[in-house]
Every structure is written in C-alpha cells, then in structure tokens.
C-alpha cells in the first residue's frame, strides 16, 4: 500500500480513482465493509482503490483537544487499512483551514481534479465540509456535474442487537470492560501497544509472578481489571495474563498496564509489546495481604489458560 501524507505528493491523477473517506478509528467491521466496496468499485473499473483520513482527529482540532479518546492510533489504523487491501492511502493534515474548506472546492479540486475520482464510497450518514454540507445527497448532486458515481454499501449491524456498528459503540463496550463484545464489532481484539519498561520489582520477587510492566501509549484503556491476554513481541506471539489498574492491594494509587506471560522468561526491557485483550476475568480488589493475591492470580492464571486453550481446539 502507497502511503501519501501531503496533497501535494500527488503529481497526476490516480487511474479511475475509487475514495471512500473517513477518520476510521478502530477500523472496524463497519469499515472494511466500505473498504471492500472500494476494491471491488475499483476492480470493475480498472481503477486505484483508495482510502483518505485524517490526523490528528477533527474532533481534536474542532473541540481544542477535546475529545474521545482513539480506539487506533495512526500506526496501527494504517497497518490495518494496509491488511484490508487498499492501494493508496491518503492521510490529511487536519487543520481548521482545511475544515473550513467549502464542500464543492474539495470535490472539484483536490477529489476530482488531484485524485482523479470516478467513484466515491460512503455510509449513508456520511456527510463532510463545513457545517456538514457535504451530504449524501450534495454528493450526488456534485456526482451528476462532476463525473463521478456515488456507491452506498449497506450498514453492517451489530451482533443480536439490529443496531451499526460504529466507533463510538466499540469504544463505549471497551471502557465497559466487554472485550469480546468489542471484537465481534472489530474484527479483531483490541489491543494496546507500548514498550516494556521497568515496574516498582514487585511482581516477581513478591509475588511468585513476573510481569511486563507496560508503558502506556494508547488513549483508550480497558476497564480496569484482570484480562486473559495474548501478547506479541519480536514477532513471537505467547499467552497470558494482564491487569488493568490501580493495584488497590499495594495502596499507592498508581495505574500500571502489566502483563504475566505463562512459562516465560527473557529479558524484554526495552522491547515493543502488542497486548490483544481476549476476556474480562474480574474486577480488581483489594486484597488482605500478598498472600492471598498471590493465590488469586494463581486462579487467574489457570482461568486465562483455560479460556485461551478453548480458542485454539
């Protein structure tokens, strides 16, 4: 996939460019269903399938920082896009000159003249430019003008409750704690990324049980609690538990993300960790003293184990 993250990278036309546009956070379900409407638009017209998004999130430059947090950030919402099959991705800067651009200036200049857009892929709520002139039906308007078609996928609903997916459902469901839920929305588990560095020497050495201590990069976390995880380093992918939290038995009110990696042992200080969340376990709690949390992550453990050899028969 061709990454392209100025306008002005694009030197011609695309052939019989086929855009869908959106911010994409998650990448979900929803998504991919327009991405694989793009390819197939794409494919039945000999054209370049793809995608333009926007960084930072308009909501973060309309709202002056204020705003919910990203289930992906950019790294990950582009390896994503990338594994849909997407020839180009276009990534604007967002600014608010940018957002004050008229709607017909951005159809006419930069998707049709600069992409070279013959067809335009959007959910049926989509609506873009200024006060949100940009709507379905301006689109076909400017369609009729402008030469290009106007495609309109059908919703792709939720799970048992007739209802779209959407961003905002999978991040609401993940600050609840319902991982599994989220993945049947995604596609995938949601995961978190960081690098490993090094906690207050706890988990081994007090308690029978080393952990990753995670340092945190995303913006949305999990509800706070214990999770059967799985978690990829180097490449190599390996089983395990994780908590989410305060560590309320310890009493000094500091968030750690940490993992235990079942029959694990090296050295990973410094090492970049991706942490897909399979299960909520339970809530956390404050213990009576070590021993008895160190016998309830003992528990947590061998339930994680469990859940994660179910998956895999």
Aim: glycine content about 10%; aromatic content about 8%; hydrophobic content about 40%.
């Amino acid at each position: 996939m061709k990454v392209i993250e100025s306008l002005a990278e694009i030197e011609i036309p695309f052939e019989n460019a086929v855009v869908t546009i959106g911010n994409f956070d998650g990448v979900h379900k929803g998504h991919h269903s327009l991405m694989d409407a793009v390819i197939k638009k794409a494919g039945e017209i000999g054209g370049t399938a793809i995608v333009m998004t926007f960084e930072p999130h308009p909501l973060k430059v309309l709202r002056n920082g204020s705003s919910p947090p990203l289930i992906t950030l950019y790294e990950q919402k582009k390896e994503r896009i990338e594994a849909s099959g997407i020839d180009v991705l276009i990534c604007i800067n967002f600014t608010e000159e940018f957002a004050a651009l008229d709607p017909e200036y951005f159809l006419e200049k930069i998707l049709v003249e600069k992409i070279g857009m013959k067809a335009i892929v959007a959910g049926r709520d989509y609506a873009f430019g200024k006060n949100r002139k940009g709507n379905i039906d301006f689109l076909k308007a400017m369609g009729g003008k402008l030469g290009y078609q106007v495609v309109l996928p059908d919703w792709i609903e939720c799970l048992q409750e007739g209802d779209r997916i959407s961003s905002t459902r999978i991040r609401e469901t993940i600050l609840s704690g319902d991982v599994g839920r989220a993945a049947s929305m995604l596609g995938r588990y949601y995961q978190i990324r960081g690098e490993v560095v090094r906690g207050r020497n706890r988990g081994g050495k007090l308690l029978g049980f080393p952990t990753a201590n995670i340092l945190f990069q995303d913006e949305l976390c999990p509800k706070y609690g214990v999770y059967a995880v799985t978690a990829e380093i180097d490449g190599k992918r390996f089983d395990g538990v994780a908590n989410m939290g305060v560590s309320p038995t310890f009493g000094d009110d500091m968030f750690t993300a940490e993992v235990h990696l079942f029959d694990f042992s090296s050295d990973i200080y410094g090492k970049k960790i991706k942490v897909d969340f399979i299960a909520r376990l339970r809530e956390e709690k404050k213990f009576s003293g070590l021993d008895e949390l160190s016998a309830q992550i003992k528990k947590d453990a061998e339930t994680a184990r469990e859940i994660l050899r179910e998956l895999k028969r």
